[in-house]
């Protein structure tokens, strides 16, 4: 029982570069989450998409872009990496009762 | 702006004695109520939900909500050194996108 499952769990950019974030469940959700957490901040909403097809803006969306594939899979994308980007990223999904989250990347922008 | 508060500690309890933890929120017409523990490195994980005034228990863990003075707190029976975490709070209204609390930093001391 794999729940939501990130990739990659570690990764270095340089400025500018960009990279995709990949999430997929297997728990048959429709809704599922991008969030990003930094020291004091708590977590962060940066998109959402409640069902396959429909994407929106959460709070913090400004340099990300996202893609759901399909009902398992939801993609974060950084077109032109920034410092300001170095964070921890949590995907999720969510039932009713509550969000089950995958295990995170961390990110590093030099 | 829907806001979601915590004491951000941390809060430091012996061995053996009871953990509260508490959080207010800004929305009133919030209706879900939900208790993240996450260790440090890790992501976090539900432990508690409650949708109606009153306590709630599971365990050595009890949830309280009080709507009208829009107050949860999670108390912690026995704490434990494994119970040493950071607890989010996270709110719910209908329809609508969870909002996480900053967290709270919670230190069970041998």
Same mark, same amino acid.
Request: aromatic share 12%; proline share 5%; glycine share 10%.
């Given at each position: 029982?794999?729940?939501?499952?990130?990739?990659?769990? /570690?990764?270095?950019?340089?400025? @500018?570069?960009?990279?995709? &974030?990949?999430?997929?469940?297997?728990?048959?959700?429709?809704?599922?989450?991008?969030?990003?957490?930094?020291?004091?901040? @708590?977590?962060?909403?940066?998109?959402?998409?409640?069902?396959?097809?429909?994407?929106?803006?959460?709070?913090?969306?400004? @340099?990300?872009?996202?893609?759901? &594939?399909?009902?398992?899979? /939801?993609?974060?994308?950084?077109?032109?990496?920034?410092?300001?980007?170095?964070?921890?990223?949590?995907?999720?999904?969510?039932?009713?009762? @509550?969000?089950?989250?995958?295990?995170?990347?961390?990110?590093?922008?030099? | 702006?829907?806001?979601?508060?915590?004491?951000?500690?941390?809060?430091?309890?012996?061995?053996?004695?009871?953990? %509260?933890?508490?959080?207010?929120? %800004?929305?009133?017409?919030?209706?879900?109520?939900?208790?993240?523990?996450?260790?440090?490195?890790? %992501?976090?994980?539900?432990?508690?939900?409650?949708? %109606?005034?009153?306590?709630?228990?599971?365990?050595?863990?009890?949830?309280?909500?009080?709507?009208?003075?829009?107050?949860?707190?999670?108390?912690?029976?026995?704490?434990?050194?494994?119970?040493?975490?950071?607890?989010?709070?996270?709110?719910?209204?209908?329809?609508?996108?969870?909002?996480?609390?900053?967290?709270?930093?919670?230190?069970?001391?041998?």
């Amino acid at each position: 029982n794999a729940g939501v499952t990130q990739t990659p769990k /570690f990764q270095v950019l340089k400025t @500018g570069q960009s990279m995709t &974030l990949q999430c997929a469940q297997d728990m048959n959700h429709n809704s599922m989450y991008w969030y990003r957490q930094d020291p004091g901040m @708590g977590l962060r909403l940066i998109y959402y998409s409640a069902s396959e097809g429909t994407t929106d803006k959460g709070e913090v969306p400004n @340099g990300y872009n996202v893609s759901r &594939l399909n009902k398992r899979e /939801f993609s974060l994308r950084l077109e032109s990496a920034a410092p300001s980007q170095t964070s921890v990223y949590f995907c999720a999904s969510s039932a009713a009762d @509550g969000y089950t989250f995958g295990s995170g990347t961390r990110l590093t922008v030099v | 702006q829907k806001e979601v508060e915590q004491n951000s500690g941390p809060l430091s309890v012996p061995e053996g004695a009871i953990a %509260s933890l508490n959080c207010t929120y %800004s929305d009133r017409g919030s209706q879900s109520f939900f208790w993240y523990r996450q260790y440090s490195g890790k %992501s976090p994980e539900l432990i508690m939900s409650i949708y %109606s005034n009153g306590d709630k228990e599971d365990g050595r863990f009890t949830a309280q909500l009080n709507k009208a003075s829009q107050y949860v707190s999670l108390l912690i029976r026995d704490s434990q050194p494994s119970d040493s975490a950071t607890y989010l709070c996270a709110v719910r209204g209908y329809g609508q996108n969870f909002v996480f609390g900053p967290g709270t930093r919670l230190s069970v001391l041998p």
